[in-house]
């Protein structure tokens, strides 16, 4: 069975501080990994995914993500925050083969200007 | 609209009845997917479809649960007998094919069940 870990459940930072939010999944085979945002009152978006190649995903706004194979670890990062990255951030994985989504608990940042 | 659309958008109901959820997808998707979100938890999956194949009910908790697909297009969630422990938002997500996963999910706004 897959499955994904979100340590961080809130992070609190002030604008310009750079974020890094942990992920990590658990999957014997070969996976796809995504990252959702849900911003207040809205519905969840893709922010980024990797499949193959390159394992440094960049994604919209300024976020990026680096898959590290041997740490089945995809943490997302993003150098400078603004408040108006207050949001929910969840990590996803999909293990080939399948068809649905593995989601973590996800991490509620709150920007602080 | 351009997007998934989830109806209602909130439904408060008394323990024991019976709910109906619906999924209106992106036109020309293929997939569908439901997943429930608890409170203070991650999307849980529920049930999948794929064109007229066979849906994967592989998510549903119990019994109570069943979703059809009516066309290829819009879905209803169904949850008879409903608990307490059933209230939570429910996310419907379309894509335009599951393939090798290539193909992002797009995610409706949910319907927010509560149970008394």
């Known amino acids: 069975a897959q499955s994904v870990s979100q340590h961080n459940h809130h992070v609190i930072l002030s604008e310009a501080a750079s974020l890094e939010l942990g992920c990590n999944y658990s999957?014997?085979?070969?996976?796809?990994l995504f990252w959702y945002v849900q911003y207040p009152g809205q519905h969840l978006q893709l922010l980024l995914k990797?499949?193959?190649?390159?394992?440094l995903v960049k994604g919209i706004k300024g976020f990026e993500a680096e898959f590290i194979k041997s740490k089945f670890s995809f943490n997302l990062r993003k150098p400078s925050v603004q408040w108006s990255d207050t949001a929910e951030y969840f990590c996803?994985?999909?293990?080939?083969?399948?068809?649905?989504?593995?989601f973590g608990s996800g991490t509620r940042l709150q920007v602080q200007p | 609209g351009a997007g998934v659309s989830q109806s209602p958008s909130n439904k408060v109901t008394e323990k024991g009845k019976d709910v109906e959820l619906r999924c209106d997808p992106i036109?020309?998707?293929?997939?569908l997917y439901w997943y429930r979100q608890r409170l203070g938890q991650g999307l849980e999956f529920l049930i999948y479809?794929?064109?007229?194949?066979?849906?994967?009910k592989s998510g549903l908790p119990s019994d109570r649960f069943s979703a059809e697909r009516t066309g290829g297009s819009v879905s209803t969630l169904t949850i008879q007998r409903t608990q307490q422990e059933d209230s939570a938002v429910y996310l419907c997500?379309?894509?335009?094919?599951?393939?090798?996963?290539?193909?992002?999910?797009?995610f409706g706004d949910g319907t927010r069940l509560s149970i008394l």
């Open positions: 479809f794929q064109g007229n194949s066979a849906p994967d």
């Open positions: 996803a994985v999909r293990g080939t083969g399948r068809r649905a989504l593995t």
């Open positions: 999957y014997g085979g070969t996976v796809n």
């Open positions: 036109s020309g998707h293929t997939a």
């Open positions: 997500a379309s894509s335009l094919g599951a393939g090798e996963g290539n193909q992002p999910q797009h």
């Open positions: 990797y499949f193959s190649g390159d394992p």
